[in-house]
């Protein structure tokens, strides 16, 4: 059955290693999401991609992580240098994106990053 | 900016208990609200999905209401069981401006169905 898949699915690093974090979205959908989740602030949007363009970053730090989707099956998210505080959960959603009320996202597992 | 709260942030209650859980958001704007269920340590399972000309939707034992005027949502579970113990989390879809399509997240409600 169609399902978005992460990877890794857990990941530990050192202060001031790159991490890279992969999604692949379900076949045929237009959008895709990356979330981040932790105990203080809950599940916030990082950013998003319509048609594999950036379309929203804003809830992103940009002098560290970057978004990328180089093409329709794989969506990358990207820490450089990793910190402490970017130990969290990092979801990542697709949904088929029409502008209606209809509309619906899908999550995947989840990558669970610890940076000690 | 739009900002979702639910309360309680915890719940524990007794097996075949009905229950309510409650979203409020601040700004009416919204083209949907959706409702979703975490287990420890797993990705959000989406629940129900209520369009912003809806009023409720329904799914099983799951009842989920939406009053835009007010900025309210519950979401109503029937004769409550074990496996209903997760964290549910309501999250609204809105319109920052723009055509940009936003999502917002509460921080959910953690519920612990006692045997």
């Known amino acids: 059955d169609a399902r978005v898949t992460q990877t890794p699915r857990h990941k530990v690093t050192e202060m001031g290693q790159e991490v890279t974090m992969r999604c692949q979205p379900i076949l045929g959908h237009n959008t895709v999401f990356w979330y981040r989740q932790t105990m203080m602030q809950g599940l916030e949007l990082l950013a998003y991609f319509r048609n594999r363009a950036p379309l929203d970053d804003s809830g992103m730090p940009k002098d560290r992580f970057s978004a990328e989707m180089p093409d329709a099956t794989l969506a990358t998210l990207k820490i450089q240098p990793s910190e402490p505080r970017d130990s969290a959960v990092y979801f990542c959603?697709?949904?088929?994106?029409?502008?209606?009320?209809?509309?619906?996202?899908?999550f995947g597992p989840g990558t669970r990053l610890t940076v000690l | 900016k739009q900002e979702v709260t639910q309360i309680p942030a915890a719940l524990s209650v007794p097996e075949g208990e009905n229950l309510v859980l409650n979203c409020s958001f601040t700004d009416s704007a919204i083209y949907n609200l959706q409702w979703f269920r975490q287990d420890p340590g797993k990705g959000l399972t989406s629940l129900l999905l209520i369009q912003s000309s809806q009023r409720e939707q329904t799914s099983g034992r799951l009842n989920a209401s939406l009053d835009k005027s007010s900025g309210r949502s519950t979401l109503y579970i029937a004769a409550s069981q074990p496996g209903d113990s997760a964290t549910y989390l309501c999250?609204?879809?809105?319109?920052?401006?723009?055509?940009?399509?936003?999502?917002?997240f509460g921080k959910g409600t953690k519920l612990s169905v006692i045997p």
């Open positions: 959603a697709s949904g088929l994106v029409t502008g209606q009320p209809r509309d619906e996202q899908f």
């Open positions: 999250a609204v879809i809105w319109d920052s401006g723009a055509g940009s399509y936003q999502l917002t």
